[in-house]
């Protein structure tokens, strides 16, 4: 383990931009103490009888980060990385993220240490219902709402629906992220790398920017419809990875083709149109913008030296370490940050939230119209307090952010 990785923990790095924002704000030491320790924290064991008769035993966490703005929300994270401390930083993340967007949500995750890709889908069932019969006494469509998040999906979210409901009744608000016939909102699926593709396109005409070469850690979910939204808007996609390694063609991808791999879950590594290169490599080609799209920690001061990029756009969460941050400032190289760049999911689940309490589902353009006015404004907050103050862009957007939740946990008098 590098010096770099005993130094920065997920939890010390949101830590590390929560206390910049919040010193360019003048928060005082009892507001900043009450806005970055989590509210709570759950810790379950899941055991799972496997086909084979073996049985394992997983752990899994709940942390429920600050709910003064509205119930807790985030995702259900089902990977090897999910421990306590990686929860608790992308809950925290969850907060300043719902805050930034503007929607009536707190900031919680979830999660299971576990390798979903290894478990057969009625072993999955399985695990997906005993961790939530474990957690659903702090669950609630007016308490914590979750969502899909690496590892899980809609399948996943419906098993949690059904589960809770056995003994709360048909609840379909209870998770976002759910099947369209289940209660699902039109668009949620693609809507984290279709809110990426906004911000993208925002930023090109105010940052100068091109997308005649652009390169994307991360194949999931966020990353292949991030890759389809940028190739309808003309972009060229020249290198993608997933979890088996990565490919670079620099004439191009063909990002439909491909979306169909994923969606076979056929390794990348098997197109034959395209060089293999590794998961490290990718993030060094140059490039015009690099998407990191998979899981945190990618950017270090260990490889930032060698990015050849020209902007980054964090579509995945926290892929950014303190130290990699501060090579790429000084580089001049900027990083739109995590809790604006991807908060197209948020804001969507948000809408399938209200969709379901109302009883009333929305077409697609209302919801693509609804989310582009959400993201624009919270671009348009960030781009201004970047410019006006002079700060990054990441603490610009937590300015944003933790300004609106010290408000709101003020007005409650969580102080008195």
Not at 27 to 48: A, N
Not at 123 to 150: C, H, N, Y
Request: one cysteine or more; a negative charge.
């Amino acid at each position: 383990m590098s010096n770099e990785q005993k130094k920065e923990s997920p939890t010390e790095t949101v830590s590390h931009f929560f206390n910049v924002a919040a010193e360019q704000l003048g928060l005082s030491e009892e507001i900043c103490q009450t806005l970055i320790k989590p509210y709570r924290e759950i810790t379950v064991e899941v055991p799972l009888r496997r086909n084979n008769g073996h049985l394992d035993l997983y752990t899994g966490y709940r942390v429920q980060h600050n709910g003064s703005r509205g119930p807790y929300k985030g995702g259900i994270r089902f990977h090897p990385t999910a421990d306590i401390e990686d929860v608790r930083a992308l809950a925290a993340l969850m907060t300043w993220k719902t805050a930034l967007a503007d929607i009536p949500f707190g900031g919680a995750k979830g999660g299971v240490t576990c390798n979903a890709l290894e478990l057969e889908k009625d072993e999955l069932e399985r695990l997906t219902r005993v961790f939530t019969s474990k957690i659903s006494l702090i669950l609630g469509s007016q308490r914590d709402i979750p969502a899909p998040d690496m590892g899980t999906d809609a399948q996943v979210m419906a098993w949690m629906m059904d589960e809770y409901g056995k003994r709360h009744g048909h609840t379909p608000e209870i998770v976002t992220g759910k099947p369209i016939e289940l209660g699902g909102s039109i668009g949620r699926n693609e809507a984290t790398g279709h809110g990426t593709s906004v911000i993208i396109a925002e930023a090109i005409t105010d940052f100068n920017l091109s997308f005649d070469k652009v390169v994307i850690q991360g194949f999931g979910n966020v990353g292949s419809h991030t890759a389809l939204y940028l190739e309808q808007m003309g972009a060229k996609i020249i290198a993608i990875s997933d979890y088996y390694g990565a490919i670079h063609n620099p004439n191009g991808l063909l990002i439909q083709q491909l979306f169909q791999y994923a969606a076979e879950r056929r390794p990348l590594t098997d197109y034959s149109d395209a060089d293999q290169i590794s998961n490290q490599e990718i993030l060094e080609l140059e490039c015009d913008l690099l998407i990191p799209a998979a899981i945190g920690g990618v950017i270090t001061g260990e490889n930032a030296n060698r990015i050849q990029a020209s902007a980054i756009f964090e579509a995945a969460n926290s892929p950014t370490t303190i130290s990699g941050e501060q090579v790429l400032a000084d580089r001049g190289i900027p990083v739109f940050p995590d809790i604006l760049v991807n908060a197209g999911g948020v804001i969507v689940s948000y809408f399938e939230w209200v969709q379901n309490i109302q009883q009333f589902r929305w077409d697609i353009n209302r919801v693509d119209k609804e989310m582009k006015e959400m993201l624009i404004k919270a671009y348009k907050n960030v781009s201004e307090i970047h410019k006006s103050k002079g700060v990054s862009l990441r603490t610009a957007a937590f300015i944003v952010g933790v300004e609106r939740v010290a408000k709101s946990t003020e007005l409650r008098g969580y102080l008195t």
